[in-house]
């Protein structure tokens, strides 16, 4: 008997998942455990596996759709299984809908029956790929039944619109034709769309300023070597530059407070506690799985809950509550060789911390020149909280726990 494969439920308050990518398609072999799809809410995406071996039978659920979770999205099973078909489900409904609204044109005029939106028959799918292209739904023409719009109804009408564009730029009184070429439309979706809302959200109702300040780390640099093997023994971790720049931040924002706090309905919320988002880069997206009461947190306790959430992160493991709740943000790009960079803000947060690359550098240590360790940071904070003398405070506190490294170790 063929296996339903369905949305899964990623939090308690998502109501609507997207299937990304589909890793196989129909008449494909899989085996149990093996993954068959991407699947995302609006800050989780994970790999759907097949809860059984046999051979995808029906795809019920194509990429870019979005439904609740629970629904099916395609079945599992022998090759050549009969099973009850999805989408001949769903045309039997339209059909239904369809052959009433036949009767209602009959004694209404075709145009009125026209003139309400919610009245157009529309798959989800085509409505989708329509908003998408910037097409009126209503200057379609629906070959489905009953007059519904189909997939590829829409995707005709994007064709005579690239066509229409295409003739428009080829003017008589132009001497060259310029070339209009086509390019493959990615719906937004997902962990992508979450994030392009709330970054250009948090530019227009922000008023955000970066400052860049250098901090010479070569003494932490040689404390971590120094505490490398104790702290592998005793603690079964390692200590990395990251987990001492999550301490120094940390121990600021307990003695700057305006940095660790957020700006909401025209209020500037001062926070007890720091709650501190740790941004990790993903294929698909940034999360940003939050530590809290961090300021309750040893520099190993700190170090640990980082390494957790990160590789939960990654593995797509993170929870809703995970990922709520931050009171100040670190972003990382050291690993790409980068120096200075404006992150942005994480709304409705005072401030972010943006971290570059470690690089060597002669400075001047008294009256001589030594070869430095060097670690750029850039601060991004908003000017409705706070101005630039008590972020520029912040950002010196932070410098002088990095700089004297011994005492966040206490």
Known sequence: MAVEVVMPKLGMAMKEGTVSVWNKTVGDAVGKGEPIASVSSEKIEIDVESPAEGTVLQI??????????GTVICYIGNPGENIASVTKVQETKYEKEASASVQLEQTEPK???RTARDRIKISPVARKMAEAGGLDIESIQ????????????????????RSAQVNEVTKPEQTSVETVEESQQIPVTGIRKVIAERMYDSLQKSAQLTINMKVDVSNLIALQKQTM????SRYDNKLTVTDFIARAVVLSLKQHEQMNSAYIENKIHLYKQVHLGMAVALERGLVVPVIRNADQSTLIDLSKSIKKLAKKAREGQLSQ???????????NLGAYGVDHFTPVLNPPEAGILGVGAVYDSPEFVG???????????????????LDGAPAAAFLQTVKKFLEDPITMLF
């Not at 629906?142 to 005579?160: N, S």
């Not at 009256?367 to 909280?385: A, G, N």
């Open 60 to 69: 019920a659920v194509p990429e870019g759709e979005g439904v609740p979770p």
């Open 111 to 113: 145009k009125q029956a």
């Open 142 to 161: 629906g070959t489905g039944p009953g007059g519904r719009i189909t997939k590829e109804d829409v995707q005709e009408a994007l064709k005579h619109a």
């Open 229 to 232: 093997e104790t702290v592998q």
């Open 321 to 331: 509550d995970e990922m709520q709740g931050s009171t100040f943000t670190i972003s």
């Open 367 to 385: 009256e001589t020149i030594e070869k430095r360790s060097i670690l750029p940071l850039s601060l991004t904070f908003d000017h409705r909280i």
